[in-house]
Structure formats: structure tokens, C-alpha cells
């Protein structure tokens, strides 16, 4: 057990493997909580399919979208998305 911090300063004791899980996933929680904001649509017959694909996709734009802020994009990531895939289609 050991003492931990919460974001707003109040200590509680907690085990350390539960600490160490905290400190260390918070950017996969953080992903995931992005990418439930803007899912794609799951709209296929097989749900293996819409697991895998559409999961993968979410996650693809969410690091691209991470990597576009990173790098100092200046217009919307959306507008770029959209332009993007109607210049290949």
C-alpha cells in the first residue's frame, strides 16, 4: 500500500499495483475516451468485422488526428480527412 495523489490533491492510500496502472495507462484511456466520441459507422452484417475494421479505423484517425495537432496542422483535421479521401475516391 502506499499514499497517492488524485488531480485535485487528496492522498488515499492505495495498493501499488493499482498506482502503477494509473500512471502508466493513462494515454490508452485517454484514446479510447476520443475515439467513442467519434466512432465510425458500425453498420455491417458480421459484428467480427465491425469489431476489427471499425475499431481499427478509430484508431487510425485518432493517432493521425494526435500526430496532425503535434505537428502544428492549422486548418480542421476533419476538413483535411474529408478533402484527403474525396482527392482518392
Do not use: C
Amino acid at each position: 500500500m502506499g499514499m497517492v495523489k488524485n488531480r485535485y490533491g487528496v492522498e488515499k492510500m492505495k495498493p501499488e499495483e493499482v498506482a502503477l496502472y494509473n500512471e502508466q495507462m493513462s494515454g490508452i484511456d485517454r484514446a479510447d475516451q476520443l475515439i467513442s466520441y467519434y466512432s465510425s459507422p458500425e453498420k455491417t452484417i458480421r459484428w467480427y468485422k465491425k469489431v476489427i475494421i471499425f475499431h481499427l479505423l478509430d484508431v487510425a484517425v485518432q493517432n493521425s488526428h494526435y500526430l496532425w495537432k503535434k505537428l502544428g496542422g492549422k486548418s480542421s483535421f476533419r476538413e483535411y480527412i474529408i478533402k484527403d479521401l474525396k482527392w482518392h475516391f
